[in-house]
C-alpha cells in the first residue's frame, strides 16, 4: 500500500468504526496488517498508530485481537527500521512525504519485485466496458471486482467480466435487490478481500469456479481471507479462549474450588489440552458469584 492508499484506507477505518461495522473494520485491518511495513514517520504522520491502539479496547474481540496483532507487527517493523533509518536520515526532512519506493519512511508494498512497473492488469487496460447494468452504483462495482480479479492472472477478460457481473448479481440478489448500504457493504469487503495480495487462493478458485459467485457472496471474513490468516486465527482463538466471550468448552459448576476472592465455593469451570498431549490439562475457572477467575495445571 502506498502512503495514499493508507490515508484513505484509515479515513474508511474511521467511518467503519463510527457506524460500528465491525465486518468492514476487520476488512481495512487485515489489509493494514499485511499491506503496510510500519515506520516511526508513517505511523506518526497518518496517525494510524493511535487509531489501532485504540481498537485494542474495541467492544468486539476479533477487533481487539486484529488491533493487538497489528501493534505488536508494527512494533517489530519500526524497531527493524530503527537502524537503517539512522543511516539515511542525512538531511532528509521528515515532515515531507518521501517519493514513491524511497527506502525507509515510505510504506513498502509486500512482494512488489516480482510486479512489473505500473502493469497493474484492469478493465481499462483490457479495454473492457463495465457499463454492464443500468444502475452506476452497480457498474462502478463491476468494474472494481474485476480490477481485484485481473491482478495476477492471464484469463480471459470475458471470464473476468462474467464473473464479476456474477457476484454483482449474487450479492445484489442476497441485498434484496437493493443497492443500499448492504449492497455496497458486501461488495466493498469482497472487493478488498479479493484484491489482497496475500490472497491469490481466493481469486484464482472463483476464477475458476472452484467458489461460485454465490458461494463468495455468503461467506464471511474468516472464509475470505488468506489461508495465513484463518491459520493465524485459529491460533489466536485457541490462545485466547480464556478471555473470549463466544463459545467455550462445557462448564460445570463445583464446590470443589474456593475463590480466592469472594472465598465462595460457586466456580464454574473447564479443561483444555493447551500445551503437548502428555502434559496435564489446564483447568479454568471463574466464580460466578463476583466473576474473578484464574487458571492452574
Ligand atoms: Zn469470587
Given amino acids: 500500500?502506498?502512503?495514499?492508499?493508507?490515508?484513505?484506507?484509515?479515513?474508511?477505518?474511521?467511518?467503519?468504526?463510527?457506524?460500528?461495522?465491525?465486518?468492514?473494520?476487520?476488512?481495512?485491518?487485515?489489509?493494514?496488517?499485511?499491506?503496510?511495513?510500519?515506520?516511526?514517520?508513517?505511523?506518526?504522520?497518518?496517525?494510524?498508530?493511535?487509531?489501532?491502539?485504540?481498537?485494542?479496547?474495541?467492544?468486539?474481540?476479533?477487533?481487539?485481537?486484529?488491533?493487538?496483532?497489528?501493534?505488536?507487527?508494527?512494533?517489530?517493523?519500526?524497531?527493524?527500521?530503527?537502524?537503517?533509518?539512522?543511516?539515511?536520515?542525512?538531511?532528509?526532512?521528515?515532515?515531507?512525504?518521501?517519493?514513491?519506493?524511497?527506502?525507509?519512511?515510505?510504506?513498502?508494498?509486500?512482494?512488489?519485485?516480482?510486479?512489473?512497473?505500473?502493469?497493474?492488469?484492469?478493465?481499462?487496460?483490457?479495454?473492457?466496458?463495465?457499463?454492464?447494468?443500468?444502475?452506476?452504483?452497480?457498474?462502478?462495482?463491476?468494474?472494481?471486482i474485476y480490477n481485484a480479479l485481473a491482478l495476477d492472472t492471464d484469463a480471459d477478460s470475458s471470464l473476468i467480466l462474467k464473473r464479476s457481473i456474477e457476484i454483482d448479481a449474487q450479492v445484489l440478489a442476497r441485498a434484496s435487490g437493493n443497492t443500499g448500504s448492504e449492497y455496497r457493504n458486501r461488495m466493498r469487503s469482497l472487493y478488498m478481500n479479493l484484491k489482497d495480495k496475500s490472497n491469490p487462493k481466493l481469486r484464482a478458485s472463483v476464477l475458476s469456479e472452484d467458489i461460485s459467485a454465490q458461494r463468495l457472496s455468503n461467506m464471511n471474513s474468516a472464509e475470505l481471507a488468506s489461508e495465513d490468516r484463518r491459520k493465524e486465527d485459529a491460533k489466536l482463538e485457541q490462545e485466547n479462549l480464556f478471555h473470549a466471550q463466544g463459545a467455550k468448552p462445557q462448564k460445570a459448576i463445583t464446590d470443589l474450588f474456593t475463590c480466592g476472592k469472594c472465598k465462595q465455593k460457586k466456580v464454574s469451570y473447564y479443561q483444555m489440552q493447551t500445551r503437548s498431549a502428555d502434559e496435564p490439562m489446564t483447568t479454568f475457572c471463574e466464580c460466578v458469584v463476583c466473576g474473578n477467575r484464574w487458571k492452574f495445571s
Fill in 1 to 144: 500500500m502506498d502512503s495514499e492508499e493508507i490515508r484513505s484506507a484509515k479515513a474508511s477505518l474511521e467511518k467503519a468504526i463510527q457506524s460500528r461495522n465491525t465486518e468492514t473494520m476487520l476488512d481495512i485491518m487485515n489489509r493494514l496488517r499485511t499491506g503496510v511495513v510500519a515506520t516511526e514517520e508513517l505511523l506518526k504522520e497518518t496517525r494510524l498508530g493511535l487509531v489501532i491502539g485504540k481498537l485494542r479496547s474495541y467492544p468486539n474481540e476479533k477487533v481487539n485481537e486484529c488491533a493487538r496483532e497489528i501493534v505488536k507487527k508494527w512494533k517489530t517493523d519500526v524497531s527493524r527500521g530503527r537502524p537503517l533509518k539512522a543511516a539515511a536520515t542525512g538531511g532528509a526532512n521528515a515532515a515531507s512525504p518521501a517519493p514513491k519506493g524511497a527506502g525507509v519512511g515510505t510504506p513498502v508494498q509486500k512482494q512488489s519485485q516480482n510486479q512489473s512497473v505500473g502493469g497493474q492488469r484492469t478493465f481499462k487496460t483490457d479495454k473492457v466496458d463495465v457499463n454492464v447494468t443500468d444502475d452506476k452504483i452497480r457498474n462502478n462495482c463491476v468494474g472494481l
